[in-house]
T-cell receptor, first 118, second 113 residues
Framework: NAGVTQTPKFRILKIGQSMTLQCTQDMNHNYMYWYRQDPGMGLKLIYY???????DKGEVPNGYNVSRSTTEDFPLRLELAAPSQTSVYFC?????????????????FGSGTQLSVL | GNSVTQMEGPVTLSEEAFLTINCTYTATGYPSLFWYVQYPGEGLQLLLKATKADDKGSNKGFEATYRKETTSFHLEKGSVQVSDSAVYFC????????????FGAGTRLFVKA
């Protein structure tokens, strides 16, 4: 009954370093997402994936990369970390039965990764 | 474009008080509307949802009614408990491209014993 699992929970990076945030789900969901949450700003979509091998940019993709080689895993890569990437990152998943990607299904979230870039 | 606006927090209430958190939206067509709750140190979880006009979503004593005429989806609870202290997010999923759920900024609720 794990749901969506994110690692690590906390991380401090120096400017210019890189890292990968891991996300895995065990619900066989086809859709997966990465959001960032900044104080008072709600959640912004970074990248999403509608299935293995398919990814696309969200609202704030600059400075990030993703891959989706399996249904379960959706890692987020930060290259050349910058202070502007200090945030809380959430991975989420959902299952769509719709045609053409239309879905109103609820999202299942991981517990988040708090990242500071100093 | 699509957007969600919710009242700023924090909201501080005493136990057993009535709660209202306002949410209005802008969208084309008929989106689905959601309230998510985030407890300290956790990810968001769905609290309730409504998929068409005049639908009422409810869960754990919370309610919200999809009002198309006022483009609103206000969250209410008749008697809050300390355990309701959390951040509440209003969200919408457009009918087309519905995987791009759009969130409001969140409203933090503190409930005092």
């Amino acid at each position: 009954n794990a749901g969506v699992t994110q690692t690590p929970k906390f991380r401090i990076l120096k400017i210019g370093q890189s890292m990968t945030l891991q996300c895995t789900q065990d619900m066989n969901h086809n859709y997966m997402y990465w959001y960032r949450q900044d104080p008072g700003m709600g959640l912004k979509l970074i990248y999403y994936s509608v299935g293995a091998g398919i990814t696309d940019k969200g609202e704030v993709p600059n400075g990030y990369n993703v891959s989706r080689s399996t249904t379960e895993d959706f890692p987020l890569r930060l290259e050349l970390a910058a202070p502007s990437q200090t945030s809380v990152y959430f991975c989420a998943s959902s299952y769509s039965r719709g045609q053409g990607g239309v879905t109103n299904e609820k999202l299942f979230f991981g517990s988040g990764t708090q990242l500071s870039v100093l | 474009g699509n957007s969600v606006t919710q009242m700023e927090g924090p909201v501080t209430l005493s136990e057993e008080a009535f709660l209202t958190i306002n949410c209005t939206y802008t969208a084309t067509g008929y989106p689905s509307l959601f309230w998510y709750v985030q407890y300290p140190g956790e990810g968001l979880q769905l609290l309730l949802k409504a998929t068409k006009a005049d639908d009422k979503g409810s869960n754990k004593g919370f309610e919200a009614t999809y009002r198309k005429e006022t483009t609103s989806f206000h969250l209410e609870k008749g008697s809050v408990q300390v355990s309701d202290s959390a951040v509440y997010f209003c969200a919408l999923a457009p009918l087309s491209g519905g995987f791009k759920t759009i969130f409001g900024a969140g409203t933090r609720l503190f409930v005092k014993a």
